[in-house]
């Protein structure tokens, strides 16, 4: 039977995003729903995870089951939700304090879990709900928080290049100011099997607007890519200025899945106690 | 009334530690001494205790068996069996002897030391060492237990039976061995000390952990998801689980950390499968913002704290109930929600599950306080009953075009949409929210939100299982958890010495069942609160909630000395005055105290 065509407004909910006018995360919550229409997704059978930031707030502004947890933990949450329904497809969305410093350990182990979900980071290093603070992926001399008057004065943080050693299968960068090429990045990103990783630049007007700057900026990567293998993604990643965009790494690794099977009742495993 | 934990009768008992260095075989010793019992129709206890060595290094198993239920040690053991002398000294105050004790020993490990032939027990010798080395691969453990098993009065062949039985999967020439050394340990000397008659096989007889009857209650309350990660004294819940959710269906993920593992379960709930994880203090202690999560997004969860010596790392191979305060009051803001002790090892079963159904059905958090000495110890007992009771989870099926997650209703719990119901889509949320579960930092949002979580616990009607009630007379003593087994023992003796007692288990700590214990302590002249941790937490939280009267004294002793229950027959004995000072009253720290006016 034919599915009805969807369209990106289908995944919209009725709520009115938070975020300041002109953030770039209302780009990549237009990007994502079209790319769920274009997948066709029923969507009460998504179910979009997040911790906290201003980018978490995205699951309430789609018209699925969400998520919002507390703090660095949605990747967390979303692989025990996936664990327990693997019927499931889940998102998970958030920034880049939330996903690389207060959750950075559930990054690595996420990757390397290699559970089918999709991690959207919405990278603006910098910290926007608490007004200002330097991120993971802030520059070391970036001086315009009070709180790190002299910058913080120690390297930024690579995501793709963690991604990568801690096992990720699909590595991807992407642009707010690119939804079209955003759009395919993540349409890829939900259909390879396992964990995949898209981070994606997306500016923050009001903390940061030298950002404005990153439309002349990004561009393309140059190289022959997506790669298979690992060295290569490696080299490109440690050569790559931060701002190309486009899939880097696709591979698939074996997808963890629950070794449940219905086989006992309760009252035979009891058996064991009795003398 | 939940008769899960029973009332024990004639209170005839015979306590046995075996000690012995790294690789003698304490321990198995014990476990075969232990089940020996349970073929002569005894039920037991057996405890241990261990160096803190990874392998190796001393260890000692403590053994007590009864005709009647065995929920604690006693004041002082029957008999010890050394195996050798090393480092005996640690576990000086952990066997206490008297001049009725016996010691079992070999001349070859040399003389008995002064600290032990101080209090006048009486030294049997066998040539332990002798008679092993005269078997190809004789072990001296197996001579003395059949040593042992004269002085305990248990047949050679229950004990037979029992070597088979622990020593199957080691080989068919190590069972023969054992049992030849077995023999002429227990042919050596056959001057019994205490026959207590063997009550005969007993059947719907369970041989079964703390830790795994937790597990079992957990599978009884319908879990089939697990996060964790290991912590000790609480890791055999999970490898106990793990294969065997996966044949009900069901799976158990280990996860980077306990921060994972709180929301790893919060996810799997909000999927619609009931969740639980355990951990021990520092695990609860990460996992608290968690617990707030799965309170205010009504995502049922299920953590079983094992407490252990704290805080920080504190001691963790040892017991102690310290963890009450940060369970009843760990979380920031409003948050009610359960607190859960099992008073027994049996009474684990019943109690895990449920905490489990009671999460289920009123979509909160369940704290269930477990501890060392209730986890690690084993346990002969009368099969559990059955669970009657069946609660679950309120499922939205068929959401109606103006479906509202949080709405308030007559009993303030809200059917859930589960992920995959179509036109039940909804975000669940850490942040404050109105009844569509929509973020807001309105007042008149968080006023109704915050009744609608307290509520739905206060007008829950618990039943008969918040506490076992026994006994009664004009002096009480409140307890809660893994002291209510040696509580129950000091309330024996006095009634054996015709006085009488009320003992008030608390299983229910939060919400506090204030009607009903005001009720029960009604008439009480003398009431002894007593629990084991320094702080005197569960004496305090009463008074906090009004339901003790100034007079009311408390008994508290921290870990890792297990309370005896001669202290607390003293304790009854000592005068009851308001505002007494502290006193420290012997060398376990226990301390009583009035209140301070």
């Given at each position: 039977m034919p599915v009805p065509a969807r369209k990106a407004k289908d995944y919209k909910s009725d709520i009115k995003p938070v975020w300041c006018p002109g953030c770039g995360h209302f780009a990549v919550l237009a990007a994502l729903t079209k790319a769920m229409a274009h997948l066709g997704l029923v969507k009460e059978n998504v179910a979009v995870v997040s911790g906290i930031g201003c980018s978490s707030r995205l699951p309430a502004y789609i018209d699925s089951y969400g998520f919002h947890g507390i703090h660095g933990r949605a990747l967390a949450a979303a692989s025990g939700l996936k664990a327990a329904r693997p019927d499931l497809t889940v998102i998970v969305a958030g920034g880049d304090g939330d996903g690389f410093s207060i959750g950075g350990n559930h990054f690595l182990h996420a990757c390397r879990r290699n559970m089918d979900m999709t991690y959207i980071v919405m990278d603006n290093e910098v910290y926007g709900m608490t007004k200002g603070q330097a991120s993971p992926t802030t520059r070391p001399t970036w001086c315009n928080s009070k709180m790190t008057p002299h910058g913080t004065g120690i390297p930024s943080f690579n995501p793709a290049a963690i991604a990568l050693a801690a096992g990720a299968g699909f590595i991807a960068r992407g642009y707010s100011g690119e939804p079209s090429e955003l759009t395919r990045l993540l349409v890829e990103a939900m259909q390879h099997p396992g964990f995949s990783f898209v981070q994606v630049l997306s500016g923050c007007v009001t903390f940061r607007p030298d950002q404005r700057g990153w439309k002349e900026l990004v561009h393309p990567f140059i190289n022959d890519l997506p790669t298979e293998d690992r060295v290569k993604a490696a080299q490109i990643i440690q050569a790559d200025d931060g701002k190309a965009t486009g899939v880097i790494y696709a591979t698939e690794f074996p997808v963890w899945q629950p070794e449940n099977r219905t086989e006992t009742e309760l009252s035979e495993l009891e058996e064991e106690f009795y003398l | 009334m939940n008769n899960n934990s029973q009332a024990s009768a004639s209170g005839e008992s015979f306590s046995v530690?075996?000690?012995?260095?790294?690789?003698?075989?304490?321990?198995?010793?014990?476990?075969?001494?232990?089940?020996?019992?349970?073929?002569?129709?005894?039920?037991?206890?057996?405890?241990?205790?261990?160096?803190?060595?990874?392998?190796?290094?001393?260890?000692?198993?403590?053994?007590?068996?009864?005709?009647?239920?065995?929920?604690?040690?006693?004041?002082?053991?029957?008999?010890?069996?050394?195996?050798?002398?090393?480092?005996?000294?640690?576990?000086?105050?952990?066997?206490?002897?008297?001049?009725?004790?016996?010691?079992?020993?070999?001349?070859?490990?040399?003389?008995?030391?002064?600290?032990?032939?101080?209090?006048?027990?009486?030294?049997?010798?066998?040539?332990?060492?002798?008679?092993?080395?005269?078997?190809?691969?004789?072990?001296?453990?197996?001579?003395?237990?059949?040593?042992?098993?004269?002085?305990?009065?248990?047949?050679?062949?229950?004990?037979?039976?029992?070597?088979?039985?622990?020593?199957?999967?080691?080989?068919?020439?190590?069972?023969?061995?054992?049992?030849?050394?077995?023999?002429?340990?227990?042919?050596?000397?056959?001057?019994?000390?205490?026959?207590?008659?063997?009550?005969?096989?007993?059947?719907?007889?369970?041989?079964?952990?703390?830790?795994?009857?937790?597990?079992?209650?957990?599978?009884?309350?319908?879990?089939?998801?697990?996060?964790?990660?290991?912590?000790?004294?609480?890791?055999?819940?999970?490898?106990?689980?793990?294969?065997?959710?996966?044949?009900?269906?069901?799976?158990?993920?280990?996860?980077?950390?306990?921060?994972?593992?709180?929301?790893?379960?919060?996810?799997?709930?909000?999927?619609?499968?009931?969740?639980?994880?355990?951990?021990?203090?520092?695990?609860?202690?990460?996992?608290?913002?968690?617990?707030?999560?799965?309170?205010?997004?009504?995502?049922?969860?299920?953590?079983?704290?094992?407490?252990?010596?704290?805080?920080?790392?504190?001691?963790?191979?040892?017991?102690?109930?310290?963890?009450?305060?940060?369970?009843?009051?760990?979380?920031?803001?409003?948050?009610?929600?359960?607190?859960?002790?099992?008073?027994?090892?049996?009474?684990?079963?019943?109690?895990?599950?449920?905490?489990?159904?009671?999460?289920?059905?009123?979509?909160?958090?369940?704290?269930?306080?477990?501890?060392?000495?209730?986890?690690?110890?084993?346990?002969?007992?009368?099969?559990?009953?059955?669970?009657?009771?069946?609660?679950?989870?309120?499922?939205?099926?068929?959401?109606?075009?103006?479906?509202?997650?949080?709405?308030?209703?007559?009993?303030?719990?809200?059917?859930?949409?589960?992920?995959?119901?179509?036109?039940?889509?909804?975000?669940?949320?850490?942040?404050?929210?109105?009844?569509?579960?929509?973020?807001?930092?309105?007042?008149?949002?968080?006023?109704?939100?915050?009744?609608?979580?307290?509520?739905?616990?206060?007008?829950?009607?618990?039943?008969?299982?918040?506490?076992?009630?026994?006994?009664?007379?004009?002096?009480?003593?409140?307890?809660?958890?893994?002291?209510?087994?040696?509580?129950?023992e000091a309330a024996r003796r006095l009634r054996q010495q015709r006085g009488e007692v009320r003992v008030i288990a608390l299983r229910l700590l939060a919400p506090l069942r204030q009607r009903q214990l005001r009720q029960a302590l009604e008439g009480m002249r003398k009431i002894l609160v007593v629990e084991q941790n320094h702080g005197a937490q569960l004496f305090h939280y009463l008074h906090a909630q009004g339901a003790l009267p100034p007079s009311a004294q408390s008994l508290a002793q921290p870990g890792p000395l297990p309370l005896r229950p001669g202290r607390i027959l003293r304790a009854l004995e000592e005068p009851f005055l308001y505002n007494t000072p502290e006193q420290e009253t012997d060398h376990a720290g226990s301390r009583t105290q009035g209140k301070r006016l």
């Open positions: - | 530690a075996i000690t012995g260095s790294g690789g003698s075989g304490a321990v198995t010793a014990g476990r075969i001494l232990l089940e020996a019992a349970a073929h002569c129709g005894f039920q037991g206890l057996m405890t241990r205790s261990a160096g803190p060595q990874i392998r190796g290094g001393e260890s000692a198993a403590m053994v007590r068996f009864s005709p009647d239920p065995v929920e604690c040690m006693g004041d002082e053991y029957d008999l010890l069996v050394a195996l050798d002398w090393l480092n005996i000294e640690r576990f000086a105050d952990e066997i206490p002897l008297s001049n009725k004790s016996l010691i079992l020993c070999d001349p070859a490990a040399g003389e008995v030391p002064a600290l032990l032939r101080s209090n006048g027990a009486e030294i049997r010798e066998v040539p332990f060492k002798v008679f092993a080395s005269g078997l190809p691969e004789g072990r001296l453990n197996m001579v003395a237990l059949g040593a042992a098993a004269v002085v305990c009065g248990l047949e050679l062949s229950a004990m037979e039976a029992s070597v088979r039985q622990v020593l199957q999967g080691k080989g068919k020439q190590v069972v023969e061995t054992a049992l030849r050394a077995l023999g002429l340990g227990y042919n050596h000397d056959r001057r019994p000390r205490i026959t207590i008659p063997s009550p005969g096989r007993q059947d719907n007889r369970w041989s079964i952990t703390g830790n795994q009857a937790c597990g079992l209650g957990a599978l009884r309350g319908g879990v089939r998801f697990v996060a964790a990660y290991p912590i000790t004294p609480a890791s055999e819940i999970l490898e106990w689980l793990a294969p065997r959710l996966e044949k009900l269906g069901g799976s158990l993920l280990q996860a980077e950390d306990e921060l994972a593992s709180i929301n790893m379960i919060i996810g799997a709930s909000f999927g619609g499968v009931p969740s639980l994880t355990a951990t021990s203090g520092p695990g609860l202690s990460l996992m608290v913002e968690g617990l707030g999560l799965a309170l205010v997004s009504e995502t049922p969860v299920t953590v079983v704290n094992v407490m252990r010596g704290g805080p920080s790392t504190g001691i963790p191979t040892k017991s102690e109930q310290s963890d009450l305060n940060i369970a009843l009051y760990g979380l920031h803001g409003d948050a009610p929600h359960l607190v859960l002790a099992p008073l027994s090892i049996r009474d684990a079963v019943f109690t895990t599950q449920w905490a489990v159904q009671l999460a289920e059905h009123l979509q909160t958090v369940s704290l269930v306080l477990s501890d060392q000495s209730l986890g690690q110890s084993q346990a002969i007992i009368e099969s559990p009953l059955p669970c009657e009771r069946s609660l679950q989870r309120a499922v939205e099926r068929s959401p109606g075009g103006d479906y509202r997650r949080y709405q308030v209703t007559p009993d303030d719990i809200s059917a859930m949409a589960l992920p995959g119901t179509p036109g039940g889509m909804y975000t669940a949320d850490g942040l404050e929210h109105n009844t569509r579960g929509t973020p807001s930092s309105m007042a008149a949002d968080h006023r109704e939100q915050l009744n609608k979580r307290l509520r739905k616990l206060e007008k829950y009607d618990f039943g008969d299982d918040w506490a076992e009630v026994e006994g009664d007379g004009e002096q009480c003593i409140v307890t809660w958890g893994s002291s209510t087994g040696v509580v129950r």
